[in-house]
């Protein structure tokens, strides 16, 4: 398995309070993006980087922040949860050198994210 | 309506038999990869096909691609309970910037004993 990691793997919180998750890779690849899981809409892009600092919008990203201080590290922020939320959250990884097509994405085990 | 959509949404069948999923698209393509999620985990990567390839075979998979019909399809042949699963197609469109993918909502496929 690669080794992708996400902290924390559960959350429960309540509307209005920031969230930081967290996504970890011994992967050394360049590309990490974060998603969304819900019911009905598959897997959804909220945010994606493609180098450290360098980081982009998905399809889902309003309320949404990211940063990427470090290769090894991909940090999604929620600055004031809301119920809408409410969701399981995935970290992938890809490794791209300068060719970044025809690559696949590995997957971490998710968070599940409820705001209440 | 999304990039990769996945036909039919559910498919129960007995082991030993063969499932063939669908999935539709409506951009051009990169290439078309195939996920399967095990219940509360995350996503595996199954196979990757490029535009220009017709056809791919893992193992027990096989997956075709059809860029005039924007489609593909995943066969697993003589299948498992282990099997038992939700799979994903996924789109990396031409239109878009790095390695960006847009994943439809899957099938649950059941494999019983």
């Known amino acids: 398995d690669a080794g992708i990691t996400q902290s924390p793997r559960h959350k429960v919180t309540e509307t209005g309070t920031p969230v930081t998750l967290r996504c970890h890779q011994t992967?050394?690849?360049?590309?990490m993006y974060w998603y969304r899981q819900d019911p009905g809409h598959g897997l959804r892009l909220i945010h994606y980087s493609y180098g450290v600092k360098d980081t982009d919008k998905g399809e889902v990203s309003d309320g949404y922040s990211v940063s990427r201080s470090k290769t090894e590290d991909f940090l999604l922020t929620l600055e004031s949860a809301t119920s809408s939320q409410t969701s399981v959250y995935f970290c992938?990884?890809?490794?791209?050198?300068?060719?970044?097509?025809?690559?696949?994405?590995?997957f971490g085990d998710g968070t599940r994210l409820s705001i209440l | 309506s999304q990039q990769g959509e996945e036909d039919p949404q559910a498919l129960s069948i007995q082991e030993g038999e063969n499932a063939t999923m669908n999935c539709s698209y409506k951009?051009?393509?990169?290439?078309l990869q195939w996920y399967r999620q095990n219940s509360g985990r995350g996503l595996v990567h199954l196979i990757l096909i490029r535009s220009n390839e017709r056809e791919k075979h893992s193992g027990r998979l096989r997956v075709t691609l059809d860029t005039s019909k924007k489609s593909s399809s995943l066969l697993i042949t003589a299948s498992r309970a282990a099997d038992t699963a939700s799979y994903f197609c996924a789109t990396d469109a031409k239109e878009t910037s790095g390695s960006r993918l847009t994943f439809g909502e899957g099938t649950q496929l059941t494999v019983n004993p």
């Open positions: 992938a990884i890809s490794e791209s050198g300068f060719r970044p097509r025809n690559q696949p994405q590995h």
């Open positions: 992967e050394n690849h360049r590309y």
């Open positions: 951009t051009s393509i990169n290439n």
